[in-house]
C-alpha cells in the first residue's frame, strides 16, 4: 500500500526536476559565485536567474528585493531585529497570539529584553479585530509582524490592508508568508509589505534555504555580517545548489498557481466533506470561507490526536495534530486556544495539508480509514457512551486534577 | 515521532481491557483535560480477599496513556488491593519496555489512578499531591515544578546546586537556559540575583564515584538488562570504559537486530540514572549479525 502524504504544511517533497536542476551545483558546477573566474562566473549566473524566478512569484518590483537565507526562522528573526536595530527609540512590538514559534519565541525573549509586546487576539474562527489593531498603532511601535496564512488551520489574515494601516501610522510591517507563497498569487510591489519571509521547503525545494523579501528603501541592519554577498546584506557564502532549486521550485508554483486553487481545492473540500459526512461531533477549525486551498483541520471530539495520527500512520496516512502530546508540551496548539477551542477538541484536532501531488483515489482511502479511526478511539474515551457523547461529559467525567 | 517501545505499541494497537466495567466497585478518576491525558479505572474487587477479580478502563489520551492504562489493567488483575498499590509507576513503564521521557507522565497517571480507586473502594477520600510543569530536562525527566519547588526548599542558587539536588541538566546540558530562568525567578523572590559561577572540572563532578564503585555501577546496570535480552535469545557484554563512552557488544538475537539503537538507549538511561552523569553507549561489532527481531512475540 503506497504512503499518503497529508502533512504539506510541516514540509514538502523536493520535485523531482528542481532535485535534477540543483544536481550541477554539487559537481561541475561548484565555484563560489564571488569568484573572478569562470567557475565562479557560472554560478553567479544561476543565482540571478533564481533571484527573478522568486521576484516573478511573488510580484516584487526589484529582483535586489530578494535576500537569500536559510530558513523562514532566520528571515522571521532578520526582520524583528533589523527593525529594533533602526529603531532604538521604539519598544513596542505588534504580532498575533497564533503566530509560528519562530515569531512568538522571539517575541517572548525580546520581551525579556524589556521590549512590549501585542499580542493581537483572534476569534472563534481565528479572526483578527483590526480596530484594537489600530489602536495599538503609535510611533512606539518598532515593527509589527503578522503571518499571511496560518500553519495550522490556514485562515488568511488581512496583511495587505494591515501593512496600509501601518504604513500610513509610519509603522513597518513584516510578514511571515512561508504558508501561503506558491498558493496564493501575490503581488507585492503593489503592496506596503516592507518584508515577507519565505520557506522553500513549504513549495517542492530543499530545507535549508529561505528568502527574506526586503522592500527597496526599507531601512534594514543585516543580522549575519561578514562578506558581501546577498549585496552585504545576508554574509556568507551562498547555498548556490539550494538557491537554484528555489528559483526553479518557485517558477513550478507559479505555473501551477491555478491548479493549486481548482484540483488541489477540490481535493481538500472533498477529504472534509468526506469525513464530516461520516463523522459526528466533528467539525473545521478556523474560518473555512478564507483559508488557504490545501489546508483543513478537523476537531475530532472526545478523543486524542496523537492517537488519531498513529493510526493513521499504520495505515501509511501521514497528517498531524495539535494536541499536547504531539506538541511535546503540556498544552493543545496555541492556536487552538487561542480560538477557545475547547480541551476535549483542541486535544483531538487533526490537519490535513495536501499538494498538487495527492491523487483522489489517496483521499477516498483516507475518507474511508477516518471514521473507523474516531470510532475505535472514542470506545476508549470516558466521555463517550454507546453511541454518542455521555450526557453531561464535563460533568459525567470530572479527573481529579483539572 | 515518538520513540515508543514495540510493546507501547502492541498494548495502544491492541489495548487490553478497554471499556466500562459494568459491575465495578472501586472507580477512580485521575488525569488534566488540559494536558490532554485522564484516565477512569475500574475494578471489581472481592469484597473478602480483596483481591482484584477484573479490571476496565477508559482513557482520554496519546498512544502512550492508552498503553499505559492497558498494561497497569494487564499487571494488577488477580493481585490484592495491598499487592497493588505496590506496583509503582516505574514498574509500569519496564512492563511495557520503558517510555519515552516526555511520556513518564502517563504511567504516573496509571498510578494515580489505582491509588484513586482502591481510596475509593475504601471510602476514603484521595488526594493528589501531582502538580507538573513543563518538562525541563529531558534526559532526566525533570519538570519545573519540580526543580521550582527543590530550589525553593533547599535554597539552591546555582546550576550546579540544581544538577546535585535533582539531577536535571546533568546529562547534555542543553536546558541549563531553562535552569537558569526558573533559578533567576526564584531568586528574585529572595531578593538575590543569579550570578553564573563557573562550572566545576569535570574530575570534580564525576569525582562523587571512585573509579572502583562507577565500573561496579555499570557492570551492575548491564547485568540487570541482561535477563530481558536473553529471554529473547539475545545478550549484553561489557567490552570496555573510556571516560564517558562505554563500549558494549551485542550478542545473539540483538547483534544487528532492528530494535538495536532502541535496546541501547535503554541501556545508556539506565546508566545515566546509575551513574548520575552523562554516558554514551558505544556497540562494537564482534561477528556478523544474527537475522531476525528482537521480539519473536
Known amino acids: ?402 | 515521532m515518538w520513540e515508543y517501545s514495540e510493546k507501547v505499541q502492541e498494548h495502544f494497537f491492541n489495548p487490553r481491557n478497554a471499556g466500562a466495567l459494568g459491575d465495578a466497585n472501586a472507580t477512580g478518576e485521575v488525569g488534566s483535560i488540559s494536558c490532554g491525558d485522564a484516565l477512569r479505572l475500574m475494578l471489581k474487587v472481592d469484597p473478602e480477599s480483596e483481591r482484584i477479580l477484573d479490571a476496565g478502563f477508559q482513557t482520554f489520551g496519546c498512544g502512550s496513556a492508552i498503553a499505559s492504562s492497558s498494561a497497569l489493567t494487564e499487571m494488577i488483575k488477580g493481585m490484592t488491593l495491598d499487592e497493588a498499590l505496590k506496583v509503582s509507576n516505574q514498574d509500569i513503564a519496564d512492563y511495557l519496555d520503558g517510555l519515552p521521557p516526555e511520556k513518564m507522565h502517563c504511567s504516573v497517571m496509571g498510578r494515580e489512578a489505582l491509588e484513586a480507586a482502591v481510596a475509593n473502594y475504601r471510602g476514603e477520600v484521595w488526594k493528589d499531591d501531582h502538580e507538573e510543569g513543563a518538562l525541563i530536562c529531558k534526559c532526566f525527566a525533570i519538570d519545573a515544578v519540580m526543580i521550582e519547588d527543590t530550589v525553593r526548599s533547599n535554597n539552591l542558587s546555582t546550576v550546579q546546586d540544581v544538577i546535585n539536588y535533582t539531577k536535571a541538566g546533568g546529562g547534555c546540558a542543553a536546558c541549563h537556559e531553562g535552569i537558569e530562568e526558573i533559578l533567576t525567578k526564584v531568586l528574585a523572590e529572595r531578593g538575590e540575583s543569579f550570578k553564573v559561577t563557573p562550572p566545576p572540572s569535570p574530575v570534580a563532578a564525576t569525582g562523587k564515584l571512585s573509579t572502583l564503585e562507577r565500573v561496579k555501577r555499570i557492570q551492575q546496570v548491564i547485568e540487570d538488562v541482561r535477563p530481558a535480552l536473553q529471554r529473547d535469545r539475545g545478550d549484553i557484554e561489557l567490552v570496555d570504559i573510556d571516560g564517558k563512552t562505554i563500549y558494549v557488544s551485542m550478542k545473539g538475537a540483538c547483534a544487528g537486530c532492528q530494535m538495536e539503537a532502541l535496546t541501547l538507549q535503554g541501556v545508556q538511561q539506565k546508566m545515566m540514572e546509575a551513574l548520575g552523569e552523562f554516558v554514551k553507549l558505544v556497540p562494537v561489532r564482534a561477528t556478523t549479525p544474527a537475522p531476525g527481531l528482537c521480539n519473536p512475540k
Not at chain 1, 49 to 71: M, N, P
Not at chain 1, 144 to 172: I, Q, Y
Not at chain 1, 342 to 371: C, K, M, Q
Open chain 1, 1 to 402: 500500500m503506497n504512503p499518503i502524504y497529508l502533512d504539506n504544511n510541516a514540509t514538502t517533497r523536493v520535485d523531482p526536476a528542481v532535485v535534477e536542476v540543483m544536481l550541477p551545483f554539487f559537481t561541475e558546477q561548484f565555484g563560489n559565485p564571488s569568484s573572478m573566474h569562470s567557475f565562479g562566473n557560472k554560478v553567479g549566473l544561476a543565482l540571478k536567474k533564481a533571484r527573478q524566478q522568486v521576484q516573478a512569484l511573488i510580484g516584487a518590483e526589484h529582483d535586489s528585493e530578494i535576500i537569500f537565507t536559510s530558513c523562514g526562522t532566520e528571515s522571521d528573526s532578520t526582520a524583528i531585529l533589523s527593525a529594533l536595530k533602526v529603531q532604538p527609540e521604539r519598544k513596542e512590538i505588534i504580532t498575533t497570539a497564533v503566530e509560528h514559534p519562530a515569531i512568538l519565541t522571539l517575541c517572548q525573549t525580546l520581551e525579556k529584553d524589556g521590549y512590549t509586546v501585542h499580542y493581537l487576539k483572534v476569534d472563534g474562527k481565528g479572526r483578527l479585530d483590526l480596530d484594537e489593531y489600530a489602536k495599538l498603532l503609535t510611533d512606539k511601535v518598532a515593527i509589527v509582524s503578522v503571518m499571511w496564512a496560518n500553519n495550522e488551520t490556514g485562515t488568511l489574515f488581512p496583511v495587505e490592508k494591515m501593512a496600509e494601516m501601518a504604513n500610513e501610522a509610519g509603522v513597518m510591517f513584516h510578514t511571515d508568508a512561508v504558508q501561503i507563497v506558491g498558493k496564493l498569487p501575490m503581488d507585492l510591489k503593489s503592496s506596503k509589505i516592507d518584508m515577507l519571509s519565505i520557506s522553500g521547503h513549504k513549495l517542492h525545494a530543499p530545507k535549508g534555504i529561505g528568502v527574506l523579501y526586503l522592500r527597496r528603501g526599507a531601512r534594514f541592519r543585516p543580522l549575519l555580517r561578514g562578506g558581501h554577498q546577498e549585496r552585504g546584506r545576508r554574509a556568507g557564502t551562498e547555498n548556490s545548489a539550494s538557491i537554484v532549486a528555489l528559483g526553479a521550485a518557485c517558477e513550478q508554483a507559479l505555473a501551477n498557481m491555478a491548479f493549486e486553487n481548482t484540483e488541489v481545492k477540490a481535493l481538500r473540500d472533498r477529504l472534509e466533506k468526506g469525513i464530516l459526512a461520516q463523522v459526528p461531533n466533528a467539525f473545521v477549525t478556523g474560518d473555512p470561507d478564507n483559508r488557504l486551498p490545501n489546508t483543513c483541520n478537523i476537531a475530532f471530539e472526545y478523543i486524542e490526536g496523537e492517537g488519531i495520527l498513529l493510526l493513521l500512520n499504520k495505515q501509511g496516512i501521514a497528517a498531524s495534530s495539535g494536541s499536547a502530546c504531539t506538541s511535546g508540551s503540556l498544552e493543545p496548539s496555541h492556536v487552538m486556544r487561542a480560538m477557545g477551542i475547547p480541551y476535549t477538541a483542541a486535544h483531538g484536532t487533526v490537519r490535513f495539508s495536501l499538494s498538487r501531488y495527492n491523487t483522489e483515489e489517496e483521499i477516498d482511502r483516507v475518507i474511508a480509514a477516518v471514521p473507523p479511526i474516531v470510532a475505535q478511539l472514542r470506545k476508549l474515551s470516558p466521555y463517550w457512551g454507546e453511541n454518542g457523547p455521555v450526557t453531561d461529559p464535563e460533568q459525567a467525567f470530572a479527573p481529579v486534577y483539572a
